[in-house]
Each structure stands twice: as structure tokens, then as C-alpha cells.
């Protein structure tokens, strides 16, 4: 309980945070759409309809519909029918009282992740110094990153937090609320991805299809709300990809906080190679992603570690797909395998990953100012590489979370 307290201090410094944005200021317009999109496929009416959703963010936020991007211009429900179904809580509130469910939600997903450090700890081996017990907690969740996700009303906090939650449920033999903790994630399917080869490679095929069987049922259940049928959800998959690629910070030419592999050839290509992805580009990324890891792990004929198979897929949900730079709060799963490196005397591999991830937490206009523009997809591809190659398995055999 006592090595919980800084986890719980940092994650109410959090909460406290949402509390006094959601009465204080007109914030978090992710959640609004997303709520908002609920309430519509609650009602039976079509949350794709970008029109709709576009009038009512103008509306809701006048001093966001103006600049080189407006808001009101730039904008949509892109998420799959699960979402309809994940929101519900937030859309059966008032707009006040959601954004106060919303605070709630991500200081108890504060805690989870400010305790990562504690997951897949190998047999014996302490977290760390004092000191470091005590500030890394703060490190994860109060920094530039995490109070950017809360205030824009973004799930990669809440998503990471769900994760970490399953982890130690999976580890005390809750399966199927690990299983429906590691379902909620795939609100974003192309950045949850790898949590179902890391579900079979830490729990085997049926912790890996109890997930999927998961993620299936919400879908169907929310197709079926908004379309009265369950074979709405083809009718998604046919239309989700133009819509969101009529958004432009989801287009790796405009986007310049995207941390994907194709922003990063754009870049260093002089602004003359641009790879726009699909569904099926995102696809072959993984697939390219996944078997280098394959690769590495049959070239060093070792099993890797939980802690290098969360590193990883943490790695590639920013590497692979075509995604803006709050996901790379999800790179707090990270953690245990950074922390297993310094108890393992592996102190130079340590640093740089500590050092990869620490720029990260710079926003993009401060190192813009020093003429660099490529350090948010620079520095997660660099980190991936450094994950890749690294150590396996740094320390001992893992106990349970």
C-alpha cells in the first residue's frame, strides 16, 4: 500500500486537473464529438453523418472553428460502432457532468499507468531506488503529453490505463475482465492492433480470441444500434476510410505531430516521397512490423521477456500505423522493460531509451524553434530500432503482476 501512494498522488493531481477544466473552460472537443456520436447511434441515427457531427462542434466550440484549420472543417466521428456502445456512460449526461465522468475516468487511469513500473517484475527484483519509486509515477502521468490527451478529450491515457488494469487481472486469473479491459482499447483499432499478438504471446490463443470475441461483441452491438442490424458494420468498414482521410491532421503531409513511419519518409525524403495510408497500407506495416520481431526473436533463439513484448507492441501502435503524437503516452508500457535494463547493469541501452522517450515529452513548436521538425517520428522509429535490437530478456524469470 505505501509504495501505492506517489501512484495515487500523481494520479489525483490528475483528476483535479480534469475537475478544474471541465468547470472552468471550454475543453475537451475529441470528447465531445465522440460523446456526441454516441448520442446519435443511441437514437438510431447515423453518427457518420459528417455534417452533423461538424454543425454541432461549431456550435459547441466557436473559437476553435477558426484559423488555417478549423475545427468545424476538420472534423468527424471516425470510431467504430463499438465507440457507440464504450460511450454511453458520458452520452446519458449532460455536457458538464460527462466532462466530470471523463476526469473521473482518466484519474483512475492515471493510477493504473503511474503503477506500470510495478508490471512483469522479475522474481526478486525491487523497482527501483527510493527516489525512483517516488517520482516516476509523476514523471508518467503529469508531463506535457498526458495533460494535452486530458484536456483535447483523447483515449490513449484511458487506453493505456486499461491495458495496464487487464495486465494484473489476466495475472490474478480474472480473465474475462482482462479480456474486456484489453477490448475497450480497440475504440481505436488501428493503435490497439498488436494487443492481440501480445495477448497470445503472454496468455496463449484463448486469451487472445477472448479479447477479439470481445471486441466483436461490442462492434456488432453497436452496429446494431445504429443501423438496426448487425451487418451495419460492413457498411462502417466501406466508409471509414475517406472520411477520415478528409481530415487534415490525419494526412501525413499536413500533420506535422505525426509519429508514423510515412511522416518520417516524407520528411527525410524533402517533402517529395508521401505514402497517404489505407487500411491495407496500415496492414502491411504491421505485418512488416510484426515479422522483424519474429525475425529477432528466432535469430536470438530466446523467448523475450513480458516486459520486452509490451516495449514492442507499444513501439509499433506508433511506428505502423498513421497516427498524431498523443499516442505516444502509450509508450509508458515501456516502462518495465526500461526498468529491467537498469537492474540488469544494461545501463547504456537504459539511457537511450530513457533519453528517446524523454524527448518525446517536448512539444513540437520547442524543437521546431531549433529547426527540427522530424523528432516526433524520428524519435519513435529510433526507439522502436532501439526495442528491436535490444536485450530480450534483461532480467529474470517474470512473477505474475
Known sequence: MRDALPAAAAALLVFAFGVFQALAANVAPDLFIYRLGSQLGLRAQNPYDTATVRSAVVEQFPELNTGPAPLGENCGFFLPPSAVVEFAPFALLPWPDAKLLWAVVNGLAAFAVARVVTLVRPAGQPTGPDLVRMLVPFALVLNFLTLAVVLVGQTTLVAAGCVVAGLVAFGRGWNVAGAVLWALPFVKPHVALP???????LGGWKRAAGVLLVVGGLNLLGATFVG?????????????GAGHQAVAFNRAELAYEMTSWNRLLYLASGERVLVEQTAATMLLSYAVGFGLVGLRCVASRTRPSEAWALAMAAALAVVCPQVLGYELLGLVLAVPWVRDLFAAGRHGWGLTAVLLLGVQLVPFP?????????????????????????????GLTPSPP
Open 228 to 240: 438496426g442490424t448487425p451487418l451495419f458494420l460492413l457498411d462502417y468498414v466501406k466508409q471509414a
Open 195 to 201: 494487443l492481440l499478438p501480445l495477448a497470445w504471446l
Open 366 to 394: 520547442t524543437m521546431q524553434a531549433l529547426g527540427i521538425e522530424w523528432h516526433r517520428p524520428g524519435g519513435a522509429m529510433a526507439f522502436a530500432l532501439v526495442v528491436l535490437c535490444g536485450p530480450l530478456r534483461p
